[in-house]
């Protein structure tokens, strides 16, 4: 809530490095305060379903490659253009890898093509983006690891309410109203991949 503050949150390293470019161009260029928020869990990240699928590394961008301001990632579920909109997912850092391992399980499940959506950029957020994916979709689920109080995810609901989609059945799944503790006591307070399945499973009753 600090006006003129930029913010991202990368969820994979490739985004981490052409993210990090971006801040420092703004900081340095136009002296904009830039926040660089790291998910510390995904540090050494390098599988995404299975041990060993080295499915969450990625060839490190060339020089002179960096992000666009505001610009998000699509991880459509494969099933071709317009044919994952059964249920869309908003999330970013942490939720990403989350909610592409509960993509898979929620599509055995019930069916539905999945769409997850990386915000990557949290302040400002990208709210013409936002209600373009929400535009489509059938059910929403917006994933934030943030606290439910004044998170991420009460901006990305208002903008996709003050898009024109409030009647998009919806759930979020957040982290409790409390600080993080450390090790694996922070999975008590943190939503993890069965949160996720759990929610689309309201979704569909």
């Not at 900081?27 to 830039?34: L, Q, T």
């Not at 373009?132 to 606290?147: N, P």
């Amino acid at each position: 809530d600090i006006p003129g503050i930029v913010v991202g949150c990368p969820s994979r390293g490739d985004d981490a490095a052409t993210m990090l470019r971006t801040l420092a161009a703004l900081a340095k260029v136009d002296g904009r305060v830039a926040v660089f928020l790291e998910p510390i869990a995904l540090y050494m990240a390098k599988d995404l379903h299975e041990a060993g699928d080295g499915q969450w590394l990625f060839p490190y961008p060339e020089q002179g490659q960096a992000m666009v301001l505001g610009e998000g990632r699509v991880y459509p579920s494969g099933a071709g253009a317009g044919q994952d909109d059964d249920l869309v997912v908003f999330t970013y850092g942490n939720g990403v890898p989350m909610s592409l391992r509960a993509a898979r399980r929620i599509e055995q499940a019930h069916g539905w093509k999945v769409r997850v959506v990386d915000l990557r950029w949290l302040v400002p957020l990208n709210e013409a983006f936002i209600v373009e994916q929400a535009s489509t979709a059938k059910r929403i689920l917006v994933v934030d690891e943030g606290r439910r109080s004044a998170g991420v995810g009460e901006g990305v609901i208002t903008a996709i309410a003050e898009g024109g989609y409030r009647s998009r059945p919806f759930r979020r799944v957040v982290g409790a109203d409390t600080y993080t503790p450390l090790a694996g006591a922070a999975f008590l307070v943190i939503p993890g991949d069965d949160d996720i399945v759990a929610a689309a499973a309201e979704l569909a009753g």
